[in-house]
């Protein structure tokens, strides 16, 4: 091993990388999970395609995870459209759902810049679901028909 | 004038839902108005475009969440500042010694103007986890405030901000919100 590996394998241990990359990669898998179930969502209850579905990149950059690409993904129709914007994955708060042991582990935006719904990854017991916030911070599960109202409104 | 944690709050609910009806307004409703009336010849409206109304509400809303976020935790900060200042001078009788009289200066000068931080820590024995999550609020606050420089720190939401430092207040049994 040659000095500057040395030199990096120390300062890639100073910094946890290997840990804040398993952190950052766990967050990214989960973000690519979320984004594939609303286009299999939106795919059932749109079999025509008038929506349409693009991969939009966001670059990141949090403590604890470093910097770091992530994909969301924009939803329109004609000019209108709505984001799927991955906000971060460490998060302050407590899940309103789910009661006790669970935490939240992420957060992702949906919204059209002027209205916003928060949906917040909440795990517990090694399982993984979301909660939406609405705009008075009630909160309930994502689901289909939770999708299908939130686009609803964005794209009123 | 903002004073209190419920009045920042209201400011920002007022200026989240006026910015969206001005968004909603622009994107929406412009060209329909009744412009050949008295709202055409009114400056403030009559030079404005649709695309500008909506493209400066969003830029409002771009940044509200954390602009609440600074505000709040600013209202709390002197808040809690003044009111450990009153605590001091209410347990401590009234100096004479000279030394005494400058340390007791330098001891308001350290809560008045020191670091923030140095003052919730010495709240820790009342609850340290809520000033541990004080914390987590004054760190996002700290990036926020600093041009949001640098890799985010945990994300801290308006309500979550709120909600924390409301019961800190609450905690430290000082007066409700005027």
Redesign the interface.
């Known amino acids: 091993m040659t000095s500057f590996q040395e030199f990096l394998h120390r300062k890639a241990e100073e910094q946890g990388q290997s840990s804040a990359r398993e952190r950052r990669d766990e967050w990214i898998a989960a973000v690519d999970r979320l984004t594939r179930q609303i286009e299999g969502w939106l795919r059932e209850s749109d079999p025509e395609g008038v929506l349409d579905l693009i991969p939009v990149t966001f670059d990141k950059a949090e403590k604890g995870l470093g910097p770091y690409k992530i994909d969301g993904l924009q939803v329109g129709v004609g000019e209108l459209s709505a984001r799927v914007v991955p906000v971060a994955r460490n998060v302050v708060g407590s899940p309103r759902i789910m009661g006790d042991g669970a935490r939240l582990a992420g957060r992702v935006d949906i919204t059209d810049g002027i209205k916003k719904y928060v949906l917040r990854r909440v795990l517990k017991d090694g399982s993984e679901t979301w909660e939406v916030l609405d705009d008075h911070f009630g909160a309930a599960p994502f689901d289909r028909d939770r999708l299908e109202s939130i686009l609803q409104d964005l794209l009123a | 004038m903002i004073g209190t944690l419920d009045e920042a709050w209201r400011w920002y609910e007022a200026a989240r839902e006026t910015?969206?009806t001005m968004?909603?307004l622009g994107?929406k409703y412009w060209d329909e108005m009744p412009w050949g009336g008295a709202l055409g010849r009114d400056d403030s409206f009559r030079l404005l475009e649709a695309t500008q109304v909506e493209e400066r509400?969003?830029q409002v809303?771009?940044d509200l969440e954390d602009l609440c976020v600074l505000l709040l935790f600013s209202v709390f900060e002197a808040t809690v500042r003044e009111r450990a200042l009153t605590d001091v001078s209410d347990e401590l009788p009234t100096l004479r010694h000279p030394a005494l009289v400058q340390a007791m200066e330098t001891l308001n000068d350290t809560i008045s103007h020191g670091s923030f931080y140095r003052v919730l820590e010495a709240y820790k024995g009342l609850d340290a986890d809520l000033v541990e999550?004080v914390n987590?609020?004054r760190r996002?606050r700290n990036w926020v405030a600093h041009g949001r420089r640098?890799?985010?720190?945990?994300?801290?939401?308006p309500?979550?901000a709120y909600d924390r430092l409301r019961r800190f207040l609450e905690r430290l049994a000082l007066p409700k919100p005027r």
């Open positions: 910015s969206r968004a909603r994107g509400a969003r809303l771009d999550e987590q609020v996002y640098g890799a985010q720190p945990d994300n801290v939401g309500d979550v």
